[in-house]
């Protein structure tokens, strides 16, 4: 059996690696931004710690594109993962940088 197969079509792969880097660089930025005033520490500490936790989330998107079946499934529950975390930092802050 091919490798290639078993998550789709070529562009199947394309389409879920433009999702996991082009948004996930957006939702794990938005989501250490939320992290910030939950993590323990004083602001600076926090900052550095949600900017190493960037990474994580980052990893954990690419490996979350590609468990899923189906692109149909990742691409809705990743959009609504930006939703949610893009609006909510619009919220708090009042823009999303």
Known sequence: MNPLLTYGKPID???RLLLATVGGYF???W????LVPLLPGQ???QVMAAIEL???IYLLVFIWAFT??????FSAEFTG???IT?????AIHGSLA
């Open 13 to 15: 792969i394309a389409a």
């Open 27 to 29: 939702g794990s930025i």
């Open 31 to 34: 989501a250490a931004i939320l």
């Open 43 to 45: 602001r600076h500490t």
């Open 54 to 56: 960037v990474f994580l």
């Open 68 to 73: 899923r079946h189906s692109l149909k499934t």
């Open 81 to 83: 993962f930006l939703v």
């Open 86 to 90: 893009g609006t909510t930092v619009w």
